[in-house]
């Protein structure tokens, strides 16, 4: 997101081609200039690879070598298009396409099917999953939510793969898959998929990309006629092309070889859909000719942001991290990453909510920070705690902002008041743009302040808010403007689908936020089983959870807040540890490889808990075993049970007594065969380690040793805290 200056909002166009060449670094501009040919851009983030080819364009552009039009820009998510559509535009290079892959494959099919295929275009299924249900059910195979959900990934994979339901159970072997059930099952499955969705008369999401390369590949007519309308094709976020997409991507090409690429291996985040850093890599090997630059400067991120996210990378494995690109921030300094532990997420996301109101009030655009998480199930704890805080926030992101409904009909409204402004005693000549503006949108549901709580209501609210918004913005900059100059503004804007800026927080998924930038960046749940997430099982689905996080850690400019919750809810098992991917880098923290290494320095910040009466209150000192198991060596949070019995980590330094872990362990042996059970049941080792190092002096204090429950203090207790105390116990004689 472009920073909410006016001066960013509605920058001055550069005056010539040579213009927008000033504001690039040496490499960059290599880039920018080299208009023909093969080009490979291989560096990290922020290091302005999507400035260098958005500049590119628009150079060739404003210097009569590129024809807009015959310029098709691809990126991987729509927000990522929405904002090269904004950057093209500000550069003076309006009429460029700039889509997702899947929404070119997507308009040259619409364009080509009755052509290619006859009548019109099956519609799109929306829900795939019900489908893939729907089709388990007709093979008589059982799968539950998780299974169902892998089921449906394995097609996808098949699919942006071409690898058909025969071919499934080699290709999955080959490519090491692990299937969540027997591979033949999916290969079933998958065929039935298939057949139901022809007999339904629809198509998938993957479809729109097989069929356009279908159509693309038998019929030369039309790919003569697509080859004749595009000859420059740039790619952004070429690290995350799939094999399907790459197809497209020769297809459109022909024999040609204008092509611009640009990514970062260390960001390959789409490799569970089939992609591969492999294309980007192996560029040069493809393209003997090819000019490949490498950029190393890092323009968004502080030194602070930036050691962190080196420091990720460094623990990295993998073919991506063999190519891992160090940074090197050329900002000033800012402050050190926040870390804070929470005890359940509720109380994280009010933590979050309680810190951006801080940041409101001190004078940061709502439009500048972002709550980033893993799953959009996360999604609606933060909306709900930013909605309690009366705190603006976005979801949607801007992608066809101008389709929006609301957006429509203010568009309407506003048009109408500019024909007929003279007339309307709403809209005094004298009274300046912006209150006009806000007059009129006051008719369709736009207030002073937003509606209270979450949903459709809300969101409608945050649209017009833009457009009030952007209409002072946009008298700021053209203190002259009239209601009708900001119409035109609006038409051209939508032409070029540049959504203006939504004051709001966002909030989105660390897969959609790529190749976006926020000055404060709040990365949440970044605990085990979300970071990495649960099913990342093989070393290679870790190592992408791994790159996930390093997007995540370098969408932010300059502060970064990193946050997880011990217990899901307020009263839940405190089970949970943060990520492993922080080890060694969050202050108090060993490295992953030797725990009882140096630590990184500062702190961790306690959160906040939810309070009775739903306010933030600090989190109270620990009481209870409830409360976060930590190691009382080097303070890491544990979560491994055995850990945390030993209230220590396995190879942190014992300071425990041997002379009492061993009589304890003849006391328990006599309890055992007093009681005819296994040891075990009267305390494992691990407890009576943690006993004997401990050595507690009342009950109180054995109570707080883990696997001392009430009933086993009750039975034990006095005995263990006699022994503790060096006295005799009785029976302890009669051992062997
Ligand atoms: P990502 O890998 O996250 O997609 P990127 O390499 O595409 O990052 P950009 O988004 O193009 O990086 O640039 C990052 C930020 O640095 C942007 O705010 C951009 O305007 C700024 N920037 C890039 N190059 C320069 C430069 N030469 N001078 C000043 N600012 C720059
Ligand atoms: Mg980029």
Redesign the pocket.
């Known amino acids: 997101m472009t920073a909410a200056t006016h001066s960013t909002l509605f920058p001055q166009v550069p005056d010539s081609a040579d213009a927008v060449l000033e ?3 040496p490499e ?1 501009r290599e880039v920018a200039t080299a208009l023909h040919g093969p080009v490979c851009v291989l ?10 080819i958005t500049h590119r364009i628009a150079y060739g552009v404003r210097a009569g070598i590129l024809q807009p039009s015959s310029v098709l820009a691809v990126t991987f998510t729509n927000r990522a298009a929405g904002e090269m559509r904004g950057r093209l535009r500000q550069l003076g290079a309006a009429g460029v396409q700039a889509r997702t892959f899947h929404s070119a494959a997507l308009r040259q099919l619409q364009y080509f099917w009755p052509k290619a295929v006859g009548g019109s275009m099956p519609r799109l299924v929306d829900r795939k999953v019900q489908l893939v249900a729907d089709a388990a059910a007709a093979c008589r195979i059982r799968l539950d939510r998780g299974e169902l959900r892998d089921v449906t990934g394995e097609i996808e994979w098949s699919k942006v793969t071409q690898t058909v339901p025969s071919d499934y159970t080699l290709a999955a072997a080959k490519a090491g898959r692990e299937a969540p059930r027997d591979p033949a099952e999916i290969a079933q499955v998958y065929a039935a998929y298939e057949d139901l969705k022809r007999d339904r008369a629809v198509i998938d999401f993957e479809d729109v990309l097989l069929l356009t390369v279908a159509i693309l590949q038998d019929r030369h007519d039309i790919a003569d006629q697509v080859r004749a309308q595009y000859q420059h094709f740039v790619v ?2 070429y690290q995350d092309v799939s094999p399907l997409q790459q197809r497209m991507l020769e297809l459109w090409l022909g024999d040609r070889d204008n092509l611009c690429v ?1 990514g ?1 291996a260390s ?1 390959t985040i789409y490799s569970f859909t089939g992609a591969t850093p492999d294309y980007l890599l192996d560029f040069r090997t493809r393209h003997p000719g090819a000019t490949v630059v490498k ?1 190393v400067r890092d ?2 991120s502080t030194p602070q942001v930036v050691h962190l996210a080196n420091g990720l990378l460094a623990q990295a494995r993998g073919r991506a991290a063999d190519h891992r690109l160090e940074l090197v921030s050329q900002r000033p300094a800012g402050p050190e990453p926040v870390y804070t532990e929470y005890t359940d997420e509720p109380a994280e996301a009010e933590g979050a909510a309680h810190r951006i109101r801080e940041l409101l009030d001190s004078g940061v655009p709502a439009s500048e920070i972002a709550v980033l998480f893993r799953t959009n199930a996360q999604s609606e704890t933060y909306e709900q705690a930013l909605a309690d805080a009366g705190i603006p926030y976005q979801l949607r992101g801007a992608e066809r902002f101008f389709d929006r409904p609301e957006v429509r009909k203010a568009g309407i409204a506003l048009r109408g008041a500019a024909r007929f402004g003279g007339n309307d005693s709403l809209l005094d000549e004298a009274v300046d743009l912006p209150s006009q503006v806000r007059a009129v949108l006051s008719g369709e549901g736009w207030t002073t302040t937003p509606p209270a709580g979450s949903g459709a209501v809300r969101e409608r609210w945050e649209s017009l808010a833009a457009l009030v918004n952007l209409a002072q913005d946009f008298a700021a900059a053209q203190p002259r403007a009239t209601l009708a100059d900001l119409v035109a503004e609006l038409d051209e804007r939508a032409g070029a689908q540049h959504a203006p800026t939504v004051q709001g927080v966002t909030l989105a998924s660390l897969h959609s936020a ?2 976006l ?1 926020w000055d404060v960046v709040f990365l949440v749940g970044v605990a085990e089983g979300m970071m990495p997430i649960t099913y990342a099982k093989t070393d290679e689905q870790v190592e992408e959870e791994r790159r996930l996080l390093y997007v995540g850690v ?1 969408r932010a400019r300059s502060h970064l807040h990193v946050s997880w919750a011990l217990a899901r809810s307020p009263g839940g098992r405190p089970n949970r540890r943060p990520s492993r991917f922080l080890d060694g880098l969050r202050p108090g923290s060993a490295a992953a490889a030797s725990r009882t290494g140096a630590g990184a320095a500062g702190g961790i910040e306690r959160g906040y808990s939810r309070g009775a009466n739903g306010t933030s209150v600090p989190v109270a000192p620990r009481r209870t075993q409830r409360a976060p198991a930590r190691c009382r060596v080097c303070g890491r949070t544990l979560t491994d049970a055995g850990e945390m019995k030993l209230m220590r980590c396995e190879d942190c330094p014992s300071d425990m007594d041997e002379a009492l872990y061993e009589r304890l362990r003849d006391w328990r042996a006599i309890q055992a065969r007093r009681s005819g059970q296994p040891a075990f049941c009267v305390f494992t080792d691990k407890t009576l380690m943690a006993i004997a190092e401990a050595t507690p002096d009342d009950e109180s204090e054995l109570a707080r040793i883990p696997g001392v429950g009430m009933r086993k203090l009750n039975r034990y207790g006095a005995d263990v805290l006699a022994i503790c105390a060096g006295q005799e116990v009785a029976g302890e004689e009669d051992g062997d």
């Open positions: 504001g690039l670094d960059q560096a990290g983030a922020g290091t302005g690879k999507t400035r260098a952004d976020e640009v970062d960001q950029l323009y968004r790529k190749g930038e370098t």
